[in-house]
């Protein structure tokens, strides 16, 4: 792991250095087109994107870690969709607003809440360690949990899921983190059941689920 004042190498998920400056219009317009690039754009287009999940699929095995330092993988919630989003506690708009409207929409169902876990894993380990994450996701949820590991054991789970981030220095010092922003939800089974705008409201957010657990 890096100093939390140093800025980590830009990633694609899957340890390589990003190009994401450079193939982001470009994977627009492929995804558009029905290509075969990663979508990669904060604010993604979801009827584009579910034509790349059919060529693509989403989702895949992780090992990371919990708030309590359990190691935990996609099959540690038997039964269970799996609410997720990845991002980092030190973002400032998009990761709270989405996790905000995950947890209000999870507490929405009633009863069916029982049926959803919602995780939050983050793009950026040299900051986020497990204790970061436990307290982060309680001010959210104590449904949500906050999942981090090694820069590698994350960049395997945001491979799976198409998720692209890097670091970006900023003026004075530190970084933030441009990342893929897209709530995932998957079926007990491990297959995509649909994806949902981050900035989504609950509301809106909590009939999807409903919809696509049916």
């Known amino acids: 792991m890096t100093n939390g004042n140093q800025v980590p190498p830009a990633t694609n998920g899957s340890g390589a250095p ?33 034509r790349m999940s059919a060529m693509r ?24 969709f799996l609410l997720i989003y990845f991002g980092y506690t030190h973002c400032p ?53 906050g999942l981090t590991g090694t820069p590698a054991a994350v960049a395997e789970a945001a491979r799976h899921y198409h998720i692209n981030y890097r670091a970006r220095p900023q003026t004075g010092g530190g970084y933030a983190m441009d990342h893929s922003s897209i709530v995932y939800l998957m079926s007990p089974d491990g297959r995509l059941a649909a994806m949902i705008p981050a900035d989504e409201k609950p509301d809106a957010m909590r009939r999807d689920i409903v919809a696509a657990m049916r």
């Not at 699929?57 to 269970?80: C, K, M, N, Q």
Request: net charge negative; with cysteine; aromatic share 8%.
């Open 93 to 145: 708009a998009s990761c709270p607003t989405a996790l905000n409207a995950m947890a209000e929409a999870v507490d929405g169902m009633g009863d069916a809440a029982g049926r959803v876990q919602p995780l939050f894993i983050t793009v950026d380990p040299a900051r986020d360690d497990r204790a970061t994450m436990k307290d982060y996701a309680a001010q959210f949820s104590p449904r949500l949990s």
């Open 18 to 50: 990003s190009l994401w400056w450079v193939l982001a219009p470009l994977g627009l317009a492929l995804a558009l087109l029905g290509g075969t690039l990663p979508y990669i754009l904060s604010t993604p287009d979801t009827a584009a994107m579910g």
């Open 57 to 80: 699929p989403v989702g895949g095995p992780f090992r990371l870690v919990d708030g309590d330092g359990r190691v935990v993988t996609e099959h540690s919630w038997p039964g269970r």
